[in-house]
């Protein structure tokens, strides 16, 4: 795939990443507040890709080294504040890279939210090069991550980047 604007597949569902790229991208363009904003990211995302089964913002907190739980969508997690480097969330703060796992149980360093997560992508959103927060997916399904997901929530981070200090 080129882009992030081709059509996907997943299980023998088709997904519409580009669709869903425009929706995101007119979502961060519209009005209200950031957190409303990726609150309705999180929900459409959600709704939108039959393997992502959490999805939510972590806010970097550069003073005192930890990522705040923000918008979300999907069962409550007592995950709400996570100092930097533990689980993936926070190997991603400290590493600003996309983190794709196959299988967290092969994760020595995995912060378990649910019995029913089986995978994980932690994508860093990036503002002027500096890590201001990420985009956290679990699966219940094993390794439902393709390169299409990646290169579509790399481009959707990056939309994301653009509205941030909106």
Known sequence: MA???AVG???GAVLDFANLLAQAGA???????????????CDLLR???PHYHWVGFYM???????????????????????????GICGQVAVDP??????????????LSCSIDVRS????PVMVAGRFVGQLDIDSHELSPFTGEDRLFLDALCDEVALAWGE
């Open 27 to 41: 979502v961060m363009r519209s009005g209200g507040t950031r957190d409303a904003k990726l609150q309705s990211l």
């Open 3 to 5: 882009s992030a604007h």
């Open 97 to 110: 890279r996309t983190f794709v796992v196959p299988d967290v149980s092969e994760q020595g360093n995995y």
């Open 60 to 86: 970097a907190d550069e003073a005192e080294r930890v990522l705040r739980l923000g918008p979300f969508a999907g069962a409550p997690t007592e995950h709400a504040v996570i100092p930097y480097g533990r």
């Open 9 to 11: 597949s997943q299980g």
């Open 47 to 49: 709704s939108g890709v």
């Open 120 to 123: 994980e992508i932690v994508v």
